[in-house]
């Protein structure tokens, strides 16, 4: 079983249908995977952060919480958000590798070929589930994802934000 297993279906009398995915839905798949675990961490990110704020002042600004202390003869009041680690987890690096039974090749046009040099592109077809790793039509597929830099242009934008704070 994998990430790509199929249950058997209900109905014994009905043969096992095999199912092909084109690789290009795959790598979809897998980058949307990706994609919506960088949400959930990004998202639990953002609620440490707002569980700091207190609420709005007179000029309907967002306050932290802050604790007062006492130095010497002196009242300080100390935003929490000064005191506590900002540390976050992030994804650097994803592998992910499976094999897959390759289905047929399909050669199609595609809609938008404004940036291929070649007006067509094959379509590979896929089967996930109940292959033979060892037969000589399996490939074995290995994706990495890792974090890029963030553009200048969006650190430029960051900065200026940060300048108004």
Known sequence: MGLFHRGKKNNDDEPDSVQTNSFSDIMNGLQYAV???QDTLQNHQIQNLTRLFEG???????????KKIMVGDKTI????IALISHHYLAMDNVQIKFKAKVGSVESQIPEN????SSPQRANLQMQMSNIKPDADDVMEVCVNFKVQETPESISRII???VKNI
Do not use: V
């Not at 009041?77 to 929490?80: A, G, K, S």
């Not at 070929?113 to 291929?116: A, E, I, K, Q, T």
């Open 56 to 66: 709005t002042n007179a000029n309907n600004a967002n306050t932290f919480q802050s």
């Open 113 to 116: 070929n404004l940036l291929l």
């Open 77 to 80: 009041d100390i935003p929490l």
């Open 159 to 161: 900065d200026d934000f």
């Open 35 to 37: 994609n919506c675990a």
